[in-house]
């Protein structure tokens, strides 16, 4: 069974940069699309990012179209999420998730394979 392991996270100041990884374990990571999602308290889960099992299809979020670029390194079994240029506005639990089929989807009901999560806190 895949399992995905969220890190990364942590507190930096507005304009700052963070990079998340999602590990995954227990299956091959090349099989899956993974997608980057946020919560923020108060707020439903929505989604920031997907990409492709290869690596050559991604989509995001207009909210974090220019500042985030989402990759995956599959010999690693890692998917990255770099973040730049964060705002208070950004700031969430972050989560991967995991499905089969690429549709370019960042609607969280696609995916069915999640982490635990990692903190991303921007403030002065």
């Known amino acids: 069974q895949l399992q995905l392991v969220e890190s990364g996270g942590g507190l930096v100041q507005p304009g700052g940069s963070l990079r998340l990884s999602c590990a995954a374990s227990?299956?091959?990571?090349?099989?899956?699309?993974i997608g980057w999602f946020r919560q923020a308290p108060g707020k439903e889960r929505e989604g920031v990012s997907c990409?492709?099992?290869?690596?050559?299809?991604?989509n995001y979020a207009d909210f974090v179209k220019g500042r985030f670029t989402i990759s995956r390194d599959n010999a690693k079994n890692t998917v990255y999420l770099q973040m730049n240029s964060l705002t208070p506005e950004d700031t969430a639990v972050y989560y991967c998730?995991?499905?089969?089929?690429?549709?370019?989807?960042?609607?969280?009901?696609?995916?069915?394979?999640w982490g635990q999560g990692t903190q991303v806190t921007v403030s002065s």
């Open positions: 990409i492709s099992s290869s690596g050559g299809r991604t």
């Open positions: 998730g995991a499905t089969i089929l690429y549709s370019g989807s960042i609607d969280q009901r696609a995916y069915g394979i």
């Open positions: 227990g299956l091959p990571l090349n099989a899956y699309v």
